[in-house]
């Protein structure tokens, strides 16, 4: 059984940086393209950020893009997302999502997410 597992948030002042960390284990996550999401109170899940299994390909949220960076090393089985030039509408739960296959069928995983908060 797979597992994924946030750290990193906490409080941040506005324009501030954060960089949110996420340990997989129990899969081969190398194989996983990974991603984060984030869900604000009252709100949708909504994507932030993936890529690919090797790490060459990123996309990013048009709310995000330039601000924040996604990253991994698949030799740690870590997934990064540093997050910089902070905003009170960034302030949310980020998930952690690992997505692959497995005996043919499509598998996902999702961390237990972290609460960021960012004051104005």
């Known amino acids: 059984q797979g597992h994924l597992v946030e750290s990193g948030g906490g409080l941040v002042q506005l324009g501030g940086s954060l960089r949110l960390s996420c340990v997989a284990s129990g899969f081969p996550f190398s194989t996983y393209t990974a991603s984060w999401y984030r869900q604000a109170p009252g709100k949708e899940r909504e994507f932030v950020a993936t890529v690919t299994s090797v790490g060459i390909t990123t996309n990013y949220a048009d709310s995000v893009k330039g601000r924040f960076t996604i990253s991994r090393d698949n030799t740690k089985n870590v997934l990064w997302l540093q997050m910089d030039n902070l905003r009170p509408q960034d302030t949310a739960v980020y998930y952690c999502?690992?997505?692959?296959?497995?005996?043919?069928?499509?598998?996902?995983?999702w961390g237990q997410g972290i609460q960021v908060t960012v004051s104005a």
């Open positions: 999502n690992a997505a692959g296959w497995a005996n043919d069928a499509p598998v996902y995983y």
